[in-house]
């Protein structure tokens, strides 16, 4: 409710957050299933391992949730102020067709 995409390009970016937000959930869950109360993963190096893993995967998905969330403000910012536009880059002569000379 709190996000509302317009385009589709930002219907594309609220997909990967909410994949991103699912996945950190999901990722949260397995590790809590890793402290099931009959052993200690912090002590077992087999659930240390695994414990270690779910770690990495869950900071790839922090960053990926954070990327697209920094992205989709970007483009509502972008489409609530169309006076706002981004600079291309600078025009260039293209080497396979030469400039005419003046």
């Known amino acids: ?9 930002e219907q594309l970016v609220f997909d990967q957050l909410l994949a991103a937000a ?22 077992d190096p087999a659930l240390e391992a695994r414990l270690h893993t779910l770690a990495r995967y869950q900071a790839r998905a922090e960053r990926s949730f954070y990327r697209a969330l920094k992205e989709l403000r970007t483009l509502e910012t972008q489409r609530a102020s169309p006076t706002r536009s981004t ?12 400039t005419p000379a003046k």
């Open 22 to 43: 699912w996945n950190l959930r999901r990722l949260r869950r397995l590790e809590a299933e890793l402290f099931d109360g009959t052993r200690d993963p912090l002590t």
């Open 1 to 9: 409710a709190e996000v509302q995409p317009a385009t589709t390009l």
């Open 87 to 98: 600079p291309g880059p600078p025009a260039r002569s293209c080497p396979i067709w030469p």
